[in-house]
């Protein structure tokens, strides 16, 4: 899998949740929406890797875990991010509603509506959503 189709697939998992979302699937929608923010931040990770260089094993170790904050240091957005949140404020709020995603929301059935809805707006928005924000950085 390459940088290209970790994008791709960002796209899609957005596109699938919101499907799943309007038709109150909720943890579904839950689910592949952190899947996609774990897709977007490993797009960035890729662009690290050069053509044709041997990949650096700590980067490649680092770089399978599914814990958002943790992808976040390895694809060295962390400072950067703490400099968006200094100064958006809802930006800084976004953040706070997804940063504790984890692949074990495959295993959820309790996710609510109110949930779901606020953790696609965190992620979606086209002003100070984290996706936005991370897509910048691919």
């Known amino acids: 899998m390459n940088k290209s189709d970790l994008e791709t697939l960002v796209d899609i998992r957005v596109k699938e949740a919101k499907l799943l979302l309007d038709n109150n699937c909720y943890e579904g929608a839950y689910y592949l929406l952190g899947y996609a923010l774990e897709c977007a931040i490993k797009a960035?990770?890729?662009?690290?890797?050069?053509e044709h260089d041997f990949p650096d094993k700590q980067l490649a170790n680092a770089a399978y875990t599914h814990r958002l904050g943790d992808l976040l240091g390895?694809?060295?957005l962390k400072q950067k991010l703490q400099e968006k949140e200094k100064t958006d404020e809802e930006f800084k709020l976004n953040w706070a509603v997804t940063k504790d995603w984890s692949e074990d929301a495959r295993y959820?059935?309790?996710?609510e509506e109110t949930t779901a809805k606020d953790f696609f707006r965190a992620i979606t928005?086209?002003?100070?959503g984290i996706l936005v924000w991370i897509k910048s950085w691919w």
């Open 44 to 50: 960035c990770i890729a662009k690290q890797v050069r």
């Open 108 to 111: 959820e059935h309790t996710i």
């Open 74 to 76: 390895v694809a060295g």
């Open 125 to 128: 928005n086209k002003k100070t």
